[in-house]
């Protein structure tokens, strides 16, 4: 599977962005999808996942309200929708694949895309 993670820019606070994933392959719909961001100086860092199926969703704490993580399998490609963007958020943001259950450890996905740039201004 190849991932291609797009959708970043240069927003100011309270703005919005939708990312997306876009997977190569016939096995998107087998694999559970992540989301990731790295801040310049910090590791790696759970931001959303959602199960093969679509019906299950998990957030880290601090996007949670804010962002919604979504799936369309017939055009294999995952969405981030972030809302109300803080300073905080910035950070490069990277989608992956996995077929783990442990949804927020990077180390248990199996593909990544290549990330995209977020940086959000005050």
């Known amino acids: 599977v190849q991932l291609q993670a797009y959708g970043g820019g240069l927003v100011q606070a309270g703005d919005s962005l939708r990312l997306s994933c876009a997977a190569s392959g016939r096995s998107f719909s087998t694999y559970n999808m992540g989301w990731f961001r790295q801040a310049p100086g910090k590791e790696r860092e759970f931001v959303a996942a959602?199960?093969?199926?679509?019906?299950?969703?998990y957030y880290a704490d601090s996007v949670k309200g804010r962002s919604t993580i979504s799936r369309d399998n017939d055009k294999n490609t995952v969405y981030l929708q972030m809302n109300s963007l803080k300073p905080e958020d910035t950070a490069v943001y990277y989608c992956?694949?996995?077929?783990?259950?442990?949804?927020?450890?990077?180390?248990?996905?199996?593909?990544w895309g290549q990330g995209t740039q977020v940086t959000v201004s005050s």
């Open positions: 992956a694949a996995g077929r783990s259950t442990w949804y927020r450890i990077p180390g248990e996905y199996m593909y």
């Open positions: 959602i199960k093969r199926s679509g019906e299950n969703t």
